[in-house]
């Protein structure tokens, strides 16, 4: 499965200049690992940093306009990191997979004062030669300025044999070159980039909306606040059903109090989440459950979709939970990334049970410098922390010990 290696931030938000793992300029660092997790102190920018994917993502779906005015966006204006008057830039470096050749994505994003709508100023998907050497620049088989540029057709790159080199223009400055051009199959690499990032999974759950009672029918994967919890459960249980009866009995056992966990269909052709607690004989239903539950139950589900997202990121997922449940979510979590075909997980947080989990080339630290602007580093590039942990000392004791730098924990 795809996977980022490196990704760098500028000019949005709080993020004027942040840098997680390698770029085709900084191709030295080591790549990002398949579970991270962002820690810092409220305000230091790890909100900026998700939203930064979902910014991605939306720019994709809907254009930049609409992402920049998305009600918790405000506005390009908003957007901009203050003071600055470059445009927002954003580099993905990743691989299709683990022996592919690195394709480095460009997106830059820029304000026109005279129609006051922001539009795409650059885009380019860069990916070296079969066989050339990691030195000096890539060759760009998408690049776009203004709206005009060129594209390499087919598998090859730059005038290799089986590459044809046509011209782009766009008609609408606001829509990303990649969601037209990745809708054709004679650009196979920009469809499987297309493809890549529109299959991000960014949670936004919310309990109270798992509570409700869809209209039965099952759906192949949770959505992103899980409204669709019940018709999630129906799609496993009618797909996988002896799997995914394996699945509930160890979910059960992972949740304290529950021994079972079962969908129903009402009578009105609507399903019920039905939770059978330890001393009870009559059983509960999610609309009775406890947030913390239903997080849970959630959590633990989605690392057993069997065709799961290539990005999921999950932002303080801690919120409701027992603290005694977050470091074997957190392996859970672990365990599901590192499997054959498993995704990136991106995770927020401010619990250390949840680090404890956690080595140091996962955890990477966000604080805001004397400027007001974030940044960014590895605890693995932390001498201290690194010794320390080499000796035994798990790291969310180093993190609520202060050993993680200036303002944290």
Known sequence: MARIEGIRIQNYRSLKDVTLGKTFENRAADPLQRLIAIIGTNGSGKSALMDAFGFLGDCLLSGVEEACEKSHRGGFERLQTKGQSEPIRFEIYYREETKARPISYS?????????????????????RRKGQKMVGQPYSFLEVTNGKGYAWAGEATENEEGSTKIDVKLKDPRRLGITTLGNLAEHPRIVQFRQFLEGWYLSYFFPELARGMPVAGAQKHLNRTGENLANYVQFMERQHSKKFAEVLQSISRKIPGIQKISATRSDDGRLLLQFNERGYVDPFYALDMSDGTLKMFAYLLLLEDPDPAPLIGIEEPENGLHHQLLEPLAKEMKHYAGKPGGPQIILTTHSPYLIDALKPDEVWILEKNENGFSSVIRAADIPS?????????????????NHFGRGNP
Do not use: C, M
């Not at 922001?118 to 990916?127: D, M």
């Open 385 to 401: 922390v690194k010794d320390l942990y080499a000796e035994g000392l798990p790291l969310g004791s180093l993190w609520y010990s």
């Open 107 to 127: 997106l830059e994003i820029d304000f026109d004062e005279k129609t006051g709508r922001p539009y795409v100023y650059r885009e380019r998907l860069r990916q």
